[in-house]
Antibody, heavy 119, light 114 residues
Framework: EVQLVESGGGLVEPGGSLRLSCEAS????????IHWVRQAPGKGLLWVSR????????SYADSVEGRFTVSRDNAKNTLYLQMSSLRAEDTAVYYC????????????WGQGILVTVSS | EIVMTQSPATLSVSPGERATLSCRAS??????LAWYQQKPGQAPRLLIY??????????ARFSGSGSGPEFSGSGSEFTLTISSLQSEDFAVYYC?????????FGGGTKVEIK
């Protein structure tokens, strides 16, 4: 069974940093691109970032480019999102998500982790 | 960036009735479209990909279709139909295009009990 479990969320002050983790199991982690998608409270879904199987290629939404860094440790089956210079508008539930297809829709999602940016 | 616009924002439907949800894309593409269902406090669940292919385990009452640029001029229109609403279908539904980067989602349609 495919499982994605996020951790590392919490309350952080504006301008601060936080690192999210997403531990994967039930599939060959090193073979799949993995994405981050977020959802602000009461709002819709926003794609945030993606990382290639071996970590050699990454991309980001304009709203987080230069502030967020996605990485992965294939030996630990874990995805990371390093978030810095956090803003109130980054407050959201962050999901890691993936697909076993070669296309960019998401058939597997984590349960999500809440990040709150507030003073 | 492709803008995805869903309508209506809220759809009030009685159990057993048919629900039709719309998703319009600001640019034309034919099938790189997915639909998700989300219930409160849960992650989204994939329903449809390729505009019309049901994901594994999704009941046949869910169907997707799309009209390409030849019918709608600029942009594309897609539809999610739930043929006979069950109690467990009351939720928020999102469309997502994966035709181009960045991936974008619609704003959602909430299907509520009438």
């Amino acid at each position: 069974e495919v499982q994605l479990v996020e951790s590392g969320g919490g309350l952080v002050e504006p301008g601060g940093s936080l690192r999210l983790s997403c531990e994967a199991s039930g599939f060959t982690f090193k073979s799949e691109w993995i994405h981050w998608v977020r959802q602000a409270p009461g709002k819709g879904l926003l794609w945030v970032s993606r990382i290639k199987t071996d970590g050699s290629s990454t991309s980001y939404a304009d709203s987080v480019e230069g502030r967020f860094t996605v990485s992965r440790d294939n030996a630990k089956n874990t995805l990371y999102l390093q978030m810095s210079s956090l803003r109130a508008e980054d407050t959201a539930v962050y999901y890691c998500a993936t697909t076993m297809s070669s296309l960019n829709y998401f058939d597997y999602w984590g349960q999500g982790i809440l990040v709150t940016v507030s003073s | 960036e492709i803008v995805m616009t869903q309508s209506p924002a809220t759809l009030s439907v009685s159990p057993g009735e048919r629900a039709t949800l719309s998703c319009r894309a600001s640019q034309s593409f034919s099938s790189a479209l997915a639909w998700y269902q989300q219930k409160p406090g849960q992650a989204p669940r994939l329903l449809i990909y390729g505009a019309s292919t049901r994901a594994t385990g999704i009941p046949a009452r869910f169907s997707g279709s799309g009209s390409g640029p030849e019918f709608s001029g600029s942009g594309s229109e897609f539809t999610l139909t739930i043929s006979s609403l069950q109690s467990e279908d009351f939720a928020v539904y999102y469309c997502q295009q994966y035709y181009s980067w960045p991936l974008t989602f619609g704003g959602g349609t909430k299907v509520e009990i009438k």
